[in-house]
Each structure stands twice: as C-alpha cells, then as structure tokens.
T-cell receptor, first 107, second 117 residues
Framework: GIQVEQSPPDLILQEGANSTLRCNFS?????LQWFHQNPWGQLINLFY???GTKQNGRLSATTVATERYSLLYISSSQTTDSGVYFC?????????FGQGTELSVKP | DTEVTQTPKHLVMGMTNKKSLKCEQH?????MYWYKQKAKKPPELMFV???????INESVPSRFSPECPNSSLLNLHLHALQPEDSALYLC????????????????FGNGTRLTVT
C-alpha cells in the first residue's frame, strides 16, 4: 500500500520561530490535506491542496504532486500552534494519514 | 466551533453494554465517515457513507455497527466491546465523495473518548 511519511516526527520551537514540515508519499494521489490536532484532540482541516501553493494567515502549504511531496510552513509560531500536524492523502476512496509531526511551541 | 457535532464527549462502558455514538452535521455534506484514533497514532478509517449508503467498511468487527438515518446524521452502535476498543472515535463529513478518491476537504467533529472496562 501507499506509504505516507512525515518529518520531523517531533519539533520544539521558541515562540516567534518559523518551521517547515514535510510529507512524502510513495504513489500518485488524488489530493492531499493538512490537519492540526490540538492537545484536546480537536482535528482541524488546515488545507486541501492537491497541487500548488495556498496561504492562510501565518500558515502556507505547497504540494508538488509530480515529485510526491508536500510542505507546510508555519511562520512566527505561537503557543497555540502546538499539537500534532497530520498530512493525509486521498487514494482508492480513502484518506490515509501519515504518522504526524508533534510540534511544541515554548513561550 | 466545529460544524460537526458528536455526542457524547466521553463514554465509559462495560463489555456487556450496548451504547451508541452520534454525529450530526448541517453543512449539506453528502459523505460521512467514522475514524478510530488510539493515543499517539493517526486516525484510522472505519466506515464511509456516501449519499446515506455504506461505501467502505474497513473490515471492522461486527461489534461496531454503523447507521446513517439521513444525510445529516451518522450513528455508531457499540455492543460487546473489548478493552482494546478504547480510543477516540472521530466523525467527519465532506461535501461529496466519489469512487477513486475523497475529493473535498474533510471536517471532523471533536470526537467521543470511549473507555471500555
């Protein structure tokens, strides 16, 4: 089956720092989505991004489908950005999640 | 606030109990999903409903029984669960669903934390 790999697995940042999270996938996919799960378990859809670049405030995402990867940029990080970031790829009627990147932003 | 509402937020049940998880969305979405998430793991797909019909069952044990009474509601009936079924159960919806791929953003509810004793 398809492999969805996220890196890094863990990341600790000082408030105000920038970061880049990566998602690699092993097969062609229909689309890709990024999610943020906060420490209380709430899972929020950040981006639906089959290809190209999108921006939403301090967050932006880029997917290069032909090279099978996607990047999530977080600028000027805040403590509320802490949690787990998942990428998920759509294939065969299913949305398949990567293992996630656990981000901790320190004040 | 999430537009997908799940009840209850927490549930503790014994192995002989019968309980139900409920999910409701009013976004006019025609696809609804159940996911299971264990601690420190990604969500795992259980069921997909498209236009109120079951499209995918990921070989889920029969002690989990899904039901989609209408396009806004999704239930998960639980019976004779095992302690290893303790997890966060997440409901999601999307605008549409076609064979061969999810083709719109998924929106998740806040989940039900289930403990089986």
């Amino acid at each position: 089956g398809i492999q969805v790999e996220q890196s890094p697995p863990d990341l600790i940042l000082q408030e105000g720092a920038n970061s880049t999270l990566r998602c690699n996938f092993s097969d062609s996919v229909n689309n890709l989505q990024w999610f943020h799960q906060n420490p209380w378990g709430q899972l929020i859809n950040l981006f639906y991004i089959p290809s190209g670049t999108k921006q939403n405030g301090r967050l932006s995402a880029t997917t290069v489908a032909t090279e099978r990867y996607s990047l999530l940029y977080i600028s000027s990080s805040q403590t509320t950005d802490s949690g787990v970031y998942f990428c998920a790829v759509a294939l065969g009627g299913k949305l398949i999640f990567g293992q996630g990147t656990e981000l901790s932003v320190k004040p | 606030d999430t537009e997908v509402t799940q009840t209850p937020k927490h549930l503790v049940m014994g192995m002989t109990n019968k309980k139900s998880l409920k999910c409701e969305q009013h976004m006019g979405h025609r696809a609804m999903y159940w996911y299971k998430q264990k601690a420190k793991k990604p969500p795992e797909l259980m069921f997909v409903y498209s236009y109120e019909k079951l499209s995918i069952n990921e070989s889920v044990p029969s002690r989990f029984s899904p039901e989609c009474p209408n396009s806004s509601l999704l239930n998960l009936h639980l019976h004779a669960l095992q302690p290893e079924d303790s997890a966060l159960y997440l409901c999601a919806s999307s605008q549409d669903y076609v064979e061969g791929g999810v083709n719109s953003p998924l929106h998740f509810g806040n989940g039900t934390r289930l403990t089986v004793t």
